[in-house]
């Protein structure tokens, strides 16, 4: 509320939590009858958050009229945090069959993030001055990107040991033939990834059109391929089918979102070995694949 306040010189009318994730929470507070949203780190994450570079991103996208946050960054007693309008809209569900409305400006939003001038790998350097990454290659920026848990097979190649033998015994030998096929599409062409689109972070409006796009402190220079994987995680392969056709993508597309969707999904399960949704989620990406 205090960095809100130092932006926004008004009283406000209220404070309260709207989301929490592993590096950040945001609050949400009033000020003159418009909803702003205050993005603020969360002590021992074990990641600082990039929100000058989120900003940056923010900044770039909004001049090219995708419905993104522009952020305002601020310091308030020694802590950086960031402020920007709360944008309309609900959570896309799962499982909704999408418009093409919500596909073609998902893919349009996607497309300009992976083409933002860019330096190295790997999660953002917070810098107002560029979008650079704090990695020296591909295999380590995406270990740093998902550092909560191990990330098959760029940390490791083998599958020996918990999170698969246990729920998915029969699946084993199937994922080590493809190991080459998702390293290879780990190094894949490479550009400014969203890398974080769940529900959440899709707002859509009644028109069933995208409305929002939100929370970029994820992002990270690595295969672009990644932003396709995690819709195919999330929302299945019609979506990304779909997504992948209006981002004019050809069989490498298609193949290295469906290789680096088991990577994702084996990290999720590490995360969440009794997650019954996640090995649901998982089963039908190595069935597909």
């Known amino acids: ?54 900003a940056v991103i923010g900044e770039a996208l909004a001049s090219l009229g995708h419905p993104v946050t522009r952020w305002t960054v601020v310091v308030v007693d020694g802590v950086e945090c960031s402020v920007g309008r709360r944008l309309p809209g609900q959570p896309v569900s799962y499982g909704a069959e999408w418009s093409s409305g919500l ?69 084993v030998a199937g994922l080590a033939a493809l190991t080459p096929r998702v390293l290879d599409a780990g190094f894949g062409p490479a550009g400014v990834v969203h890398s974080d689109v769940h529900r959440e972070h899709v707002l859509v409006d009644g028109d069933r059109n995208l409305a929002g796009l939100l929370d970029f402190g994820d992002a990270f220079i ?37 290789a680096l969707s088991l990577a994702g999904g084996l990290y999720k399960l590490a995360k969440q070995p009794g997650d019954a949704a996640v090995l649901h989620r998982l089963e039908r990406c190595i069935h597909a694949t």
């Open 103 to 171: 596909v073609r400006s998902l893919a349009g939003a996607f497309d300009d993030l992976h083409r933002l001038p860019a330096e190295g790998f790997g999660p953002l350097i917070n810098r107002d001055d560029a979008l650079v990454g704090m990695s020296s290659s591909p295999a380590e920026a995406i270990q740093l990107r998902w550092f909560h848990a191990r990330i098959w097979p760029f940390d490791n190649p083998s599958l020996a040991g918990p999170p698969v033998h246990a729920p998915l015994p029969g699946a």
């Open 222 to 258: 690595g295969a672009v391929a990644w932003d396709v994987a995690l819709v195919r995680w999330y929302y299945g392969d019609d979506v990304a089918s779909a997504l992948i056709v209006r981002l004019g993508g050809g069989e490498r597309l298609i193949a290295d979102g469906a």
């Open 1 to 54: 509320a205090a960095g809100a306040r130092v932006v926004l010189g008004a009283d406000l009318g209220f404070a309260e939590q709207l989301a929490a994730g592993n590096s950040a929470a945001a609050v949400v507070v009033d000020a003159n009858g418009t909803e702003w949203v205050v993005r603020v780190p969360i002590a021992g994450s074990g990641r600082r958050l990039s929100l000058r570079s989120e």
